[in-house]
């Protein structure tokens, strides 16, 4: 990965980087080797089934924790290395709208008292005139209206949707550069949920803030992230990344395969192209304490082949597509090490 620094660099970057967490004496490698950038105006989807480490990457792209190795940069600047003003720069520019509100709302503060605490702690609202105004614009801009009728209640006065656009409210609260978009739409309808992320759109295009945008759902990153990219996570690797359109409409890892068989498709033709990736072996996730050798789908997998429990894949440019991906099999199908038969079967899978 080449050394990034100055104005060219990338607004976020996570080079390599690692989260273990240590739990009643095991080591649970909860992201490995992470590496992603987003730049200004950029949006990237995380996919992944639950437990796949899409959170502790955001978080670790929003600073709430630091890698166990690698590093994450913010416009080339380790965060590690950051100077006080560096960092309180950096706190302001990235912001975290957590996937669950009922954890992240403070139940005894009121919506003003909650977007009015970072207004005022970064010195962009001076006078209480200035708060109610910039309140009532933000709850505005996430369809909270009129926003008289919400300032004043607490979260547990709210339905769960209302919550959740109160945290992307209070994300706003201090035009974020980056704003890393933690399942914030799962609560709501569908026409909220549109109306949300068409204004995530506005403030991408319009404003250029770069966006991480999580979601078990592929249908969301086919929505949100069309023009983006979108990086697929299986047991903290990411297993597959690209252009969306190429990752739902050709995907290439068996997994990305299997994840978009599970989506409803009206679409006749996206609907025989995911007929022909095959099912897989096993429902069952490993569990992050006892991972499989090699590569970790491995025991899931309907191309799994020897090669595949001895090495753990790199991620790779995929033959003839625009992305790149995890998965031997397909990055080097003529492996002259592999079974003929092993080595046939896996190209004549793939759409
Ligand atoms: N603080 C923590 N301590 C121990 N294990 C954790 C912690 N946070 C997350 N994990 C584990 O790390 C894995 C990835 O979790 P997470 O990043 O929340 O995944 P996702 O957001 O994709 O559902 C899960 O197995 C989870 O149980
Ligand atoms: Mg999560």
């Given at each position: 990965?080449?050394?990034?620094?100055?104005?060219?660099a990338?607004l976020?970057?996570?080079?390599?980087?690692?989260?273990?967490?240590?739990?009643k004496?095991?080591?649970?490698p909860a992201v490995s080797?992470?590496?992603?950038?987003?730049?200004q105006?950029?949006?990237?989807?995380?996919?992944?089934?639950?437990?796949?480490?899409?959170?502790t990457?955001?978080?670790?792209a929003?600073?709430?924790?630091?890698?166990s190795?690698?590093?994450?940069?913010?416009r080339?600047?380790?965060?590690?290395?950051?100077?006080?003003?560096?960092?309180?720069?950096?706190?302001?520019?990235v912001?975290?709208?957590?996937?669950?509100?009922?954890a992240?709302?403070?139940?005894?503060?009121?919506?003003?008292?909650?977007?009015?605490?970072?207004?005022?702690?970064h010195?962009?609202?001076?006078?209480?005139?200035?708060?109610?105004?910039?309140?009532?614009e933000?709850?505005?801009t996430?369809?909270l209206?009129?926003?008289?009728?919400?300032?004043a209640?607490?979260?547990?006065?709210?339905?769960?949707?209302q919550?959740?656009?109160?945290?992307?409210a209070?994300?706003?609260?201090l035009?974020?550069?980056l704003?890393i978009?933690?399942?914030s739409?799962?609560?709501?309808?569908v026409?909220?949920?549109?109306s949300?992320?068409?204004?995530?759109?506005?403030?991408?295009?319009?404003d250029?803030v770069?966006?991480?945008?999580?979601?078990?759902?592929?249908?969301?990153?086919?929505?949100?992230a069309?023009?983006g990219r979108?990086?697929?996570?299986y047991?903290?690797?990411?297993?597959?990344?690209g252009?969306?359109?190429?990752?739902i409409?050709?995907?290439?890892h068996?997994?990305?395969?299997?994840?978009l068989?599970?989506v409803p498709?009206?679409?006749?033709?996206?609907?025989?192209?995911?007929?022909?990736?095959?099912?897989?072996?096993?429902?069952?996730?490993?569990?992050?304490?006892?991972?499989?050798t090699g590569?970790?789908?491995?025991?899931?997998?309907p191309?799994?082949?020897?090669?595949?429990?001895?090495?753990?894949?790199?991620?790779?440019p995929?033959?003839?597509?625009?992305?790149?991906v995890a998965?031997?099999?397909?990055?080097?199908?003529?492996?002259p090490?592999?079974?003929?038969?092993?080595?046939s079967?896996a190209?004549?899978?793939?759409?």
């Amino acid at each position: 990965m080449p050394e990034t620094t100055g104005t060219a660099a990338p607004l976020i970057e996570l080079d390599h980087a690692s989260q273990v967490f240590h739990v009643k004496g095991e080591d649970l490698p909860a992201v490995s080797e992470v590496s992603l950038s987003v730049d200004q105006g950029e949006v990237l989807c995380l996919v992944g089934e639950s437990g796949s480490g899409k959170t502790t990457t955001a978080r670790l792209a929003a600073g709430l924790a630091a890698p166990s190795s690698g590093a994450v940069r913010y416009r080339g600047r380790d965060l590690a290395e950051m100077s006080r003003a560096e960092r309180r720069e950096y706190r302001r520019a990235v912001q975290y709208i957590h996937q669950d509100p009922y954890a992240s709302l403070n139940p005894i503060r009121s919506v003003r008292g909650t977007l009015s605490i970072p207004l005022r702690r970064h010195g962009l609202a001076r006078c209480a005139a200035d708060v109610d105004a910039r309140v009532d614009e933000l709850l505005s801009t996430v369809d909270l209206t009129p926003p008289e009728s919400y300032s004043a209640k607490f979260p547990h006065q709210l339905s769960g949707g209302q919550r959740q656009r109160v945290s992307v409210a209070r994300g706003l609260t201090l035009s974020p550069k980056l704003l890393i978009a933690d399942e914030s739409t799962s609560m709501l309808d569908v026409s909220i949920r549109v109306s949300l992320l068409n204004m995530f759109t506005r403030l991408r295009k319009e404003d250029g803030v770069g966006f991480i945008y999580i979601t078990h759902d592929l249908a969301l990153a086919k929505y949100f992230a069309w023009e983006g990219r979108t990086a697929v996570m299986y047991l903290g690797r990411i297993v597959e990344v690209g252009p969306t359109p190429q990752i739902i409409a050709n995907p290439q890892h068996p997994y990305t395969r299997a994840l978009l068989e599970a989506v409803p498709e009206p679409d006749p033709e996206l609907a025989a192209r995911k007929k022909a990736g095959g099912g897989l072996l096993s429902a069952e996730i490993p569990s992050l304490a006892a991972l499989p050798t090699g590569c970790t789908f491995h025991p899931r997998c309907p191309l799994a082949e020897d090669r595949c429990r001895a090495s753990v894949p790199q991620l790779l440019p995929a033959p003839g597509a625009r992305q790149d991906v995890a998965c031997m099999v397909v990055t080097d199908p003529a492996d002259p090490a592999a079974p003929a038969e092993a080595a046939s079967g896996a190209g004549g899978g793939r759409p």
